[in-house]
């Protein structure tokens, strides 16, 4: 969209929202519809399966942010469970940029549905054909069944 201001043309961007709801994906590892925070479907990260499904998409795709505001609702079963959002980009199969929010210091309550999120400032080198991924991971040895709902990946410039 352009819009005038005095003479001048300039190009607005527009913000590009990916949400991860898991309603197409319920023949996954991952799915349940054990407990969802909307809709029928939502991701169980497990001991087996420490790494749950999230949102890929190329730089280019995103629109070229220079930042991204990731969000997700989670359920932490308690306090000593440790789990992570993590924003990655790769560049040739090489990691570029990595970074995680630790939702187990976000997370005041336990066994219901909590809402994590954090902004994170991409560097200034990314290129078009750089891979955004946003996913969970469980961290640790000492594993606990997580579920997520609803990941969201919002671009912000």
Known sequence: MLVGTGGCQVAEK???AVLEDYENHPDNVWITNEKVHSGNW???ITP????GPGITRSWELLGHPTRLRVSAWVIMPHGRATAALVVEAKR???TIYYRLLPIEQVVKRYNQWEQVYDTF???????PTDV??????QIGEK???IYMDDLMLETLF
């Open 14 to 16: 527009k913000e590009v």
């Open 42 to 44: 939502a991701c169980k």
């Open 48 to 51: 087996q399966n420490v790494y």
């Open 92 to 94: 040739d199969n090489a």
């Open 121 to 127: 400032t991409l560097p200034e080198t990314m290129a």
């Open 132 to 137: 955004v991924k946003v996913y969970l991971w």
């Open 143 to 145: 594993r606990n069944t």
